[in-house]
Structure formats: structure tokens, C-alpha cells
């Protein structure tokens, strides 16, 4: 859990940003829930370890000596959305989509892009088991990575039902299923070695770990019509039903931004057990890990309604995102060196109504413009250097001077920070000269 300096919030407030702008322009709304959700709303939906990782909050009151848990603060943004789905289903659309922008915890070891306290970047449909749903989540993110300036990033797609299908197949009891592909989605953590070694100490070993290991690991297929084709003959009927969803999704990504970067990945499981069908990731080369993920998660908002209701959806990690366009410099210069446009310094003393009636004017016109606070102690006196040096170690790439000479002629001094290059133009066109 960390504190965020000025420039870096910025970085996150810009990749925010562009985020919801894309969210909002394929039709989703915006959601929020609380930070703290009743632990038995979240318990029971993630897993074994993902039930490890959930914050809990100690009873209050009366009933703080016993060292009991009622509450817990919020692991992802999913299981609350189902819970309000299920809560507000009258009140929604049939078909909702939302997406939502907030801190979840999770009690994890922190390591490079991973951090207790952190933001999701989520984006679900609730309402429809088409797989239209899958091609737009997927085609949005996509635009979301091609508007922050990514070019090389992976959308890496599996489906549930194919893996169960694969994990029947091997010889692992339907009980196990989850606990099996859990394991499986840890191999780009522990490696191939520890996921036998995991799958072992479930019993699993021999003959049924080298089976999933040949099937789920390796390279995406040569040619993926007739890698389905051959899996959609030697499945059992769960199997071909989430061939035929692959087949779809691809299909139809083909007219979507997502088109050029969609890659079957057979090993990939994702670890939450809620999801029921297609799965995703998005990952880039120099990131150990994903930029973000998600899948259809069918029997989540029945948990709590008892209604049959279908929902898919993806979330961005926005901390990995960060972390890898830091990395590479993706950020422009305007988001990560600078304050304000321009400096309004004041050069008479007792004359600071002047200087905010003319800040004034360059904010309503839209510019970012920091008031130096201090002014000289009599007017006339040179002001000297201080608020020139202050505007330069701020990065602030202009300073707008009016002095005696500006105040006669109606004039304003803009001094260019970075060459030094000083233009005197009428008081009207400052915003204009500014802007170009």
C-alpha cells in the first residue's frame, strides 16, 4: 500500500482516463460499490487461495473480543458487481454494462506490478450468453492498449469447458477440477517442474500430470481451424461446447481491434473459480505476468438471486499498466513533467488582484496556470531570480510577466523556459499565443 506523489498521479489519472473514455464509447456505465463488503459475500467465490488473500475486518463493539470477522474489504470488483446485479435487478437493464474504476486488497507477497492495495480497471455485460459479449470486452480493451500506445500485447483466450473437457480426459476427478487448473494458471510463476510437483502433492502425479502437461502446455497451434477441428472430434460434449465458443469468438474478432492480437493459449486456466466459460488475458513480452483478465462467469449473480443469469467481463490491472509504460517512456511529456502551462509572476507588491483577475482569464480559456504566491516587498524593485528558478525546477515551460511597462502598453512578457526566449504580445492574445 503506497502514497502517490503529484506525478504520479498524474500518470494514473491519464491512464484512467483514457480507460473510461474508451469504456464510455462502446456504451458501459459507470459503477461504484463500497470498499467493504460482508465476508460471506466474499468468501466461497474465489478459491481456496483466493479465500487466503481476502482482508478481514474484525468485529466491532461488542463483539471485538472475540476475534471474529464479519466484514472484509473488497478483493476484486466481480463479486460485488453480482451482488448489486442481484440487488438491483429490477432497476437495470437487461442488458447492463458497466464498468468500474477502484482499489480492491488482497492480503498477496508484493513483487514487481504487485501490491496489496491496488486498482482494478473492470468492464462486464451482464445479461446475455452471446458471444457478441466476448468480441466487444475484447475489441475494448484492445482500444484501450492501442489509445495508451501499446503495439506489441497479446490477447490470449482458453475457455473452462475445454479445460474441464482436457482435465476428464487425463483422468482427474471432477473434484479436483479446481484445484487442478489453479495449479496449472500458477506455471508461468513456478515453472513446469512445480507444477508437477503441485499436482503430485494432490494426488495427481504419474501418468495424469504428464497428460495435462502434454496437452495444456506448449506453443498456440500452427493452425488453429484444424487444431479445433481435431479437439471438437476427441472431446466429450462440455469440450465441444466451448470449441464452438472459440470458434465464434475468433470468428467475430475479426472485424473488431482485437482481431490482430487474439492467440489461443491452451494452458491458460485463471485461477478464480466462478468463471464458466471463455477466459482472457492480455500480456506483453517484457512482463512477467498479465496487463490484465477476465472470462464469462454464468453462475456468480446466482449465487445471490438464485436466477440464472449470464455475465462476462475483463479487468485492466492499472498498476502493471503503469509499471510497463513507465518503463518504456509511453507517457507524454505534458502528463509527467509538468504542473501547470504557464506562471503568472508578480512583480509589484499589493497589486495580487491584478495577478489573479489575469490567472483568472488564462484558466477560463483552459490553460493550467500556477500564481506565484510571494511578490516583492516594494513595488518598483527588481524582482529577481527566485520566481524564474522556482518556474524552471517545476518544469513549468512559460512564465507570463506584467510589469510597469506591460501595465502601461496593455502587454504581457511571456518568457519561454527551455530556450529563454522572451515575446511581448497585447494582453487579449496571451491565451492565443500560448496555445500555439
Known sequence: M??????????RQYVIGVIADVYQKYGFEPLETPAVENLETLQGKYGEEGDRL????????EGAETGQADLALRYDLTVPL?????EYRGKLPKFFKRYQVQPVWRADRPQKGRFREFYQCDVDAIGSTS???EAELLSAAADVFLALGFKDFQIVVNHRQLLNAVLTQAGVPADLHGAALVIMDKADK????GVRDELGERGL?????NSLLEQLAGPPPSNLAEWLNQQSTSLNDEGKAGIEDLRQIFALCQSTSAGPHLVLDRSLARG???YTGPIFEIRVADLAGSLGGGGRYDNLVGMFSGENVPASGISLGLERILVVMGERNMFPAKVVSTPADVMVVQWFANRTNLYLSFATELRDAGLRVELYPDSPMEDGKKVGDKQFKYASARGIPFVAVIGADELANGTVTVKNMKTGEQKS????ETVKWLNS
Open 2 to 11: 503506497r502514497d502517490f506523489l503529484p506525478e504520479d498521479v498524474r500518470r
Open 54 to 61: 481476502i482482508f478481514k475486518i474484525l468485529k466491532r463493539g
Open 82 to 86: 453480482a451482488r448489486v446485479v442481484a
Open 131 to 133: 458471444m457478441t459479449v
Open 190 to 193: 513456478i515453472g513446469v517442474n
Open 205 to 209: 502425479g504419474g501418468d495424469v500430470a
Open 272 to 274: 478464480l473459480s466462478y
Open 425 to 428: 504580445v497585447p494582453r487579449a
